[in-house]
């Protein structure tokens, strides 16, 4: 099969891991066969770097996973709805060789059989101390469970595979495992994760390691999406208990774990605190010197991926505050919020909205500017504005997700909700509107102006949180809805902790709920609220049964959505290089 890792022996830093202040150095036996190089504890060191290579270079960080999950749900759409990645954001021609769903299938599985070929081995490597020995097992564990939880989830019940492919079997019958199994060995490796890893990664400047709370977030997380594969309501609450059980001790056991809840929403994306996040619990690292990324002058571009076009609107010009908005201007790879999101939050008592999200544009120039024709027309302004001015520091663009009245008059530009959208949540059709929108904040860098790039520089070095404390809480609050004899007291509990974190000053009462909005809907809202942009989304749906309701009642320009998208299509690459690709078969829907 052509998912067959290609052995490396030279494993150096730029290649292997990128972490932050990674200290890898190369390693050449020139000559050697893998089983010798794995075996010294050099060798084996770069194989276990190698596992976590590609989350950065490949998936978090880079427009697939954005595409793939983000996209497809209920709270992202194409800005102005273009068709850039349509297969993958809406469902259009979605086929078995679309490069993207076959790159993603590659990665994974090299994630994987880097990870077998550690774990068959790892007891012939000679360790200094027999710690790093169990630290490196558990690190492995993480990376194998982890990876085949993104490629079950994303394909089906595919492979399974614990042991090394090798050259020599690239050509073979394959034949596809059951949900069963496949989650039975993610489960038994995220527990392997949990009895192996330290709280601090090892060596601790290594950033980016798994550790002892992403290995409980990992079992909660896997257990929680397995409760979808059974039948039985006695088989469902076994994994309830699985999951509720590592996500309490997670909440209960935050100073042991070394992990906290920040105070505000501010804090949590603030780029200050990108590096040294507290709240997160795994994160996929990319480095500040660029030469330490798998591809140095294409490492992390996620901001640009949610940028609404500003500049060379209104005087405006781009600049590191506002960000870069090429993405957004060239009709390329850039998401907007759904009018279902926008309207989920009520930011007169909810600051993440205000938080994670920008309206306004100040006028960031050092001159006045004076209103032209163009852009009065532009605005659909009136034209007896022509030479007004707005003065540096004033407002100049206001994208909103409010109804404006008098918008047409205001000394500023304004482009409301109902600019933006229609009122059935459609994306407007009006090329001078559909590209502005209120912009996610979550994935700011300030790296550019540190390091005096450009500010159209693609070169991102923020590390990518892929797991954060919050989703421990909403694991524990699902569970007690859900399972037998659930306590609905307790699941409010911990939505409540949650809403009352983000609340605005003074209105921590008004964000408290009740019992009566403990259901999967109400944890589907508050999931949104708390996670949108993170990846999480389009898995949630799916887990929850609600994909194809939530698509066609909040996403309106996904009009192709069907149940056979809760799978994406098994590559025909793949199918083309087994001995039996009728047998193991396409997925229902991409024949």
């Not at 697939?64 to 996209?71: I, K, Q, R, S, T």
């Not at 890893?197 to 257990?223: C, F």
């Not at 007690?480 to 809403?499: C, H, L, Y």
Request: overall charge negative.
């Amino acid at each position: 099969m052509k998912y067959g890792k290609k052995y490396m022996f030279v494993a150096c830093a730029a290649l292997l891991l990128g972490m932050q202040s990674c200290d890898l150095e190369e390693y050449n036996p020139a000559g050697s066969t893998p089983d010798n190089v794995y075996k010294e504890q050099a060798g084996f060191e770069a194989l276990v770097n190698s596992a976590y290579a590609f989350w950065g270079g490949q998936f978090y960080g880079r427009e697939d996973f954005v595409l793939l999950l983000n996209g497809g749900g209920d709270l992202w759409i194409n800005i102005a709805n273009c068709g850039y990645g349509r297969q993958m954001s809406k469902y259009e021609e979605l086929t078995a060789s679309v490069g993207q769903i076959k790159n993603t299938w590659n990665r994974l599985y090299e994630i994987i059989n880097d990870c077998n070929a550690g774990l068959e081995r790892i007891d012939q490597v000679e360790f200094k101390d027999k710690k790093l020995r169990d630290i490196r097992f558990g690190e492995l564990s993480f990376m194998r469970a982890y990876a085949y939880w993104h490629l079950v989830e994303i394909y089906g019940n595919v492979d399974l595979r614990t042991k090394e492919t090798s050259a020599e079997s690239l050509s073979m019958n394959c034949y596809r495992s059951s949900y069963e199994d496949l989650y039975d060995l993610m489960l038994t490796d995220a527990q392997n994760a949990v009895d192996n890893l330290p709280v601090d990664p090892y060596p601790v400047k290594d950033v980016g390691r798994a550790t002892s709370k992403a290995a409980y977030g990992l079992l909660a997380r896997i257990a929680l999406t397995r409760v979808s594969y059974c039948d039985s309501q006695a088989d469902k609450d076994k994994y309830y208990k699985i999951a509720e059980d590592a996500a309490q001790y997670v909440i209960d056991n935050q100073n042991a774990l070394k992990v906290s809840l920040y105070d505000t929403p501010d804090e949590v994306f603030d780029p200050d605190n990108n590096k040294t996040n507290k709240e997160a619990m795994f994160v996929v690292t990319h480095s500040t010197e660029s030469s330490l990324n798998m591809q140095a002058k294409n490492p992390n571009r996620m901001h640009m991926y949610f940028h609404a076009s500003y500049s060379a609107r209104a005087g405006m010009v781009q600049d590191y505050e506002y960000g870069n908005d090429k993405n957004a201007k060239s009709g390329s790879m850039a998401m907007m919020p759904t009018r279902y999101l926008l309207e989920l939050y009520n930011e007169n008592i909810d600051a993440r909205y205000n938080a994670w999200f920008r309206e306004e544009y100040k006028l960031n120039t050092p001159k006045a500017y004076a209103w032209t024709k163009d852009q009065l027309d532009y605005f659909e302004k009136p034209s007896s504005m022509i030479g007004q001015v707005i003065q540096p520091g004033e407002t100049a663009l206001l994208f909103t997700k409010k109804k404006i009245a008098d918008k047409r008059n205001l000394p500023y530009a304004v482009v409301d909700i109902d600019d933006t959208y229609t009122a059935d949540g459609s994306v407007s059709k009006s090329a001078n509107f559909n590209i502005h929108f209120p912009t996610l904040l979550k994935y700011e860098d300030a790296n550019f102006e540190n390091k005096g790039l450009p500010t159209n520089s693609q070169v991102g070095a923020n590390d990518v949180i892929t797991m954060r404390l919050p989703e421990m809480y909403f694991i524990v609050a699902e569970c007690e809805i859900m399972k037998s004899g659930g306590n609905k007291e307790i699941a409010k509990a911990r939505i409540n902790d949650i809403r009352r974190r983000a609340a605005v000053p003074g209105k921590e009462a008004e964000m408290e709920v009740g019992v009566d909005k403990m259901t999967i809907d109400f944890i589907l809202e508050e999931r949104a609220r708390e996670y949108c942009g993170e990846f999480m989304r389009w898995f949630d749906l799916k887990r929850t049964g609600k994909l194809v309701e939530y698509v066609k009642a909040h996403n309106p320009d996904i009009p192709l959505i069907q149940p056979h998208h809760a799978w994406r299509p098994i590559p025909q690459m793949f199918l083309d290089s087994i001995l039996n690709p009728d047998e193991f078969g396409q997925n229902e829907g991409y024949n």
